[in-house]
């Protein structure tokens, strides 16, 4: 059988470092809407895109230029039926050598087509992977913004 789970893949001129010290910068390709770390093994994050997605991730593994994988240890997406699909799933960043160039690779390992939300996770996922693929390359990601309280107008 084939590995169904979402998977991206690019070759990019940075070097490994470049591309790692990216992956941990979630706040500059994500979201700004994290709290917790994201830094080092065995940090923990959360993060939250308004009342539609909520998902806690713990890095298990933190190899410098190599790899980073979070552990996503709890969740709720409130499109979807079964709202902590997520959880217990692993997003994991490979990163490597290909040539003069680095190659980066990103799955959502457990985000297969059988899950309600991975049309729309996988979009999401293709956005945002993008927008660290731009904070790689560029040194700007498309991260969503800090979300802040409204305030109150004067008169």
């Not at 790692?20 to 830094?39: D, H, K, M, P, R």
């Not at 297969?112 to 945002?128: A, H, K, L, M, R």
């Amino acid at each position: 059988m084939n590995n169904q789970d979402f998977t991206l893949s690019f070759v990019l001129d940075q070097t490994p470092r470049e591309v790692f010290n990216a992956i941990n910068n979630v706040t500059a390709w994500w979201t700004e809407n994290l709290t917790g770390g994201s830094q080092k093994q065995g940090d923990e994050f959360s993060v939250c895109f308004g009342d539609i997605h909520y998902s806690k991730q713990k890095l298990t593994t933190v190899e410098p230029d190599a790899k980073v994988v979070w552990l996503i240890t709890d969740s709720k997406l409130t499109f979807v039926k079964t709202q902590d699909e997520w959880t217990g799933t692993e997003c994991i960043f490979d990163i490597s050598k290909e040539g003069n160039k680095t190659l980066l690779r990103f799955t959502h390992h457990g985000l297969v087509p059988q899950f309600e939300c991975f049309n729309g996770c996988s979009t999401g996922w293709t956005y945002y992977i993008n927008s660290l693929v731009s904070l790689i390359t560029t040194g700007e990601g498309k991260r969503d913004k800090k979300v802040t309280e409204p305030q109150a107008e004067t008169i």
